[in-house]
Nanobody
Framework: HVQLVESGGDSVQDGGSLRLSCVVS????????LGWFRQAPGKQREGIAA???????RYANFVKGRFTISRDNAKNTLYLEMNRLKPDDTAVYYCAASDYTPIQVLAREAYRWWGQGTQVTVSN
């Protein structure tokens, strides 16, 4: 039974930083594609960043240069380092895992397992 549990969400000021973690249990993440998504109120869930089993990463344009995705296979954990946060980054952040690597690595449909989400709030 695969479970993903996010942590690290918080309320921060505009320009602040946060580091999200996602601990995976039930299977080794080593061969998997892993991703971070977010969903703001009234909006669809959108892909932020993804990292494959070879540590190749991909980012949505709106977070490039500000967010960094990484993974620690030994700890079965995925991370998202978020810097220069803006109020528009306010959302529930989800981690996700896939046992195959599609072309569109930031597409929700590519992922089979999801965490429950962690709230990030950025205020002016």
């Amino acid at each position: 039974h695969v479970q993903l549990v996010e942590s690290g969400g918080d309320s921060v000021q505009d320009g602040g930083s946060l580091r999200l973690s996602c601990v995976v249990s039930g299977n080794s993440i080593k061969p998997w594609l892993l991703g971070w998504f977010r969903q703001a109120p009234g909006k669809q869930r959108e892909g932020i960043a993804a990292i494959d089993s070879s540590n190749r990463d991909r980012y949505a344009n709106f977070v490039k240069g500000r967010f960094t995705i990484s993974r620690d296979n030994a700890k079965n954990t995925l991370y998202l380092e978020m810097n220069r946060l803006k109020p528009d980054d306010t959302a529930v952040y989800y981690c996700a895992a896939s046992d195959y690597t599609p072309i569109q690595v930031l597409a929700r449909e590519a992922y089979r397992w999801w965490g429950q989400g962690t709230q990030v709030t950025v205020s002016n």
